[in-house]
């Protein structure tokens, strides 16, 4: 199974800060990589598909880049209500697999 | 409302089983693969299983092969999860999730739509 590792695990930022968050695929998956904000008690939300693909109504602070085994999501000026877990997904290989999360705090 | 909406969770002790649903509503049901995700307390996702549109194909994670099955009603727009000998680390939120691909064929894809999950305790 395709492992994704993501990295930071946590970060502590400001609102109106930009943050970067990493996610390293033990192999290659072309850009079939999803990124999806959970935030405490709640289901998943899908934001950004194909790696750099915005889902619609996701705000435009909100992007994405990277292929082949790495990637990016980054939330520029963040907002109080960016704040959660973001999880990376890869959709290039059976199992589909999730990276661990990374969980963004307000600093 | 487009939807997906989870029930049947509880709490079950280790070799009982359990049945999941999941209706759907707000979109053609019978057009479009579903996957079960779990997440087990304080942990990340794990995919669990999916199921074409039609039914013909169903995938599963090792973890759970032999033990759960996959099936839907699409005259009820439904998805179920019968989970059989449970184990203490089943223990998680299942969620039912939607693959965004029209009569896909195969497994490949990210999930555009969730429900908010049904919580599955398997404790003695």
């Known amino acids: 199974a395709i492992q994704l590792t993501q990295s930071p695990s946590s970060l502590s930022a400001s609102v109106g800060d930009t943050v970067t968050i990493t996610c390293r695929a033990s192999?290659?998956?072309?850009?079939?990589l999803a990124w999806y904000q959970q935030k405490p008690g709640k289901a998943p939300k899908f934001l950004i598909f194909d790696a750099s693909s915005l889902e619609s109504g996701v705000p435009s602070r909100f992007s994405g880049s990277g292929s082949g085994t790495d990637f990016t999501l980054t939330i520029s000026s963040l907002q109080p209500e960016d704040f959660a877990t973001y999880y990376c997904q890869q959709f290039s290989d059976y199992p589909i697999t999730f990276g661990q999360g990374t969980r963004l705090e307000i600093k | 409302q487009v939807q997906l909406v989870e029930s049947g969770g509880g709490a079950v002790q280790p070799g009982g089983s359990l049945r999941l649903s999941c209706a759907a509503s707000g979109f053609t049901f019978s057009t479009y693969g579903i996957h079960w995700v779990r997440q087990a307390p304080g942990k990340g996702l794990e995919w669990v299983t999916f199921i074409r549109y039609d039914g013909s194909n169903k995938y599963y994670a090792d973890s759970v092969r032999g033990r759960f099955t996959i099936s839907r009603d699409n005259s009820r727009n439904t998805l179920y999860l019968q989970m059989n000998s449970l184990r203490v680390e089943d223990t998680a939120v299942y969620y039912c999730?939607?693959?965004?691909?029209?009569?896909?064929?195969?497994?490949?894809?990210?999930?555009?739509?969730w429900g908010r999950g049904t919580l599955v305790t398997v404790s003695s």
């Open positions: 192999q290659g998956i072309s850009s079939a």
């Open positions: 999730a939607k693959d965004p691909r029209i009569a896909a064929a195969d497994i490949y894809s990210y999930l555009d739509l």
